[in-house]
């Protein structure tokens, strides 16, 4: 706020500011003087929900189905983000409004309610989806409607939209990073690779098998399968691993589906001591159903932990643990979800507006210092520029990390010789 405009505020609120009284009330008066520089005629010329004191945004994930325990993280970081920008005065001086909308595990029914959201309810931006299904599913529609998606989830790459914004990984950072300690550090040359049925543990598998058979030494793949979500039973799947013994299982089963397999593996005494794996798709928030004894040992390759030693992460997993509760755990997908709401308000205000076209354009080169993770950056393409992590799974549901990127990955969605 200029000095003019702090000389706009009334003296006793002035007073009560400089003593760290009555701290709601005053935050709200930067946002009120805040508004008063930025008309909702000027900020908002597409016919967007803003007012003069709201702007809504809109929240689709699945509440409900076999998605839920992953997608819950991503429900309540976001609103633990909203809750923080409004506190601080909101974004251009207006308070964050939500409409939640439950996608349900099902994709026609993102689509539906993305729908809803753009051309009923007119939401300035919207933070959903998780599996690459769901995005398939809405992506037209926000890109018909010209509306704004953050999208919290790894996955894997060969896609770019003007109207999305990835705050997880893409496939170069996560997977291929990931691949090439896993022969440096565990001499792994044969891998079985197992994935959920749809298109993200698919096409990761196809750029993991090229990444495997073509870049990493007297390597080869010695099985692959997938099965539909929602599968509980993976007794035929654990005995083709036990007949291939691979050095290393590659494992990207999303959902539910994790607690059978991980629970049958170790029935089966497949277990850390005797087998590597690592997965791509198993945070904290699935260790929560899973049980951590039923994944101790085994690896997973993230841009964040819960464990992650910062002075960031230190505030957000305390934050996040007041508002939801001590054993409240936080994943991978679940802090990149966080990052959204605070992205898209940078842009907002870099921007001056909240017209999509304008906070798009505003958007790259934006940095986020105060990011969990430590440090992210919006490139030209959308996605953000974030160091890959390996975190060896614990008893108690957490990762200790055992690994790090040297450096900031730059995203690559279009890797050459991939695709």
Known sequence: MSEHDQNDVP???????????????VLAVPGIA???????????????????TEVTVGQLHSATGTMAISETGSIQAERLAIEQINAAGGVLGRQIKIIQEDGASDWPTFAEKAKKLLENDHTACVFGCWTSASRKAVLPIFERDNGLLYYPTFYEGLE????????????????????????????????FLIGSDYIWPRTSNKIARKHIEQHLTGAKVVGEEYYPLGTTNFNSLINKIKIAKPDCIYAIIVGGS????????????????????????????????????????????????????????????AAFKAKYGPKSVIGDVTQAAYLGP????????????????????????????????GYVKIHPNHHLWSRTRIGEAQADG??????????LIEPNPFPKGYQ
């Open 160 to 191: 770019q939209s003007k109207n999305v914004f990835y705050t997880g990984q893409e496939a170069t950072q996560q997977i291929l990073w990931g691949l090439n300690w896993a022969q440096q550090t565990k001499k792994a040359k044969s891998f």
């Open 11 to 25: 003296s006793q609120l002035r007073r009560k500011l400089l003593m760290g009284l009555a701290a709601a009330p």
């Open 342 to 373: 605070w992205l898209w308000k940078a842009a907002c205000e870099k921007a001056g507006s909240f017209d999509v076209d304008k906070v798009v354009a505003a958007s790259p080169g934006i940095e986020l210092k105060t990011a969990p993770e």
């Open 258 to 317: 994790n607690v059978a397999f991980y629970k049958q593996l170790k029935a089966a005494g497949i277990t850390a001591d005797k087998q590597f794996l690592l997965t791509i798709s198993v945070t904290e928030d699935e260790v929560l159903g899973i049980g951590g004894e039923n994944v101790a040992g085994f690896y997973s390759a993230m841009k964040y932990f819960q464990s992650l030693d910062n002075d960031n992460n230190k505030k957000f997993v």
């Open 398 to 407: 957490q990762f200790k990390v055992v690994a790090e990127s040297p450096e």
């Open 34 to 52: 805040l508004a008063q520089q930025f008309p909702t005629a000027k900020v908002n010329t597409t016919k967007l929900a803003v007012t003069d």
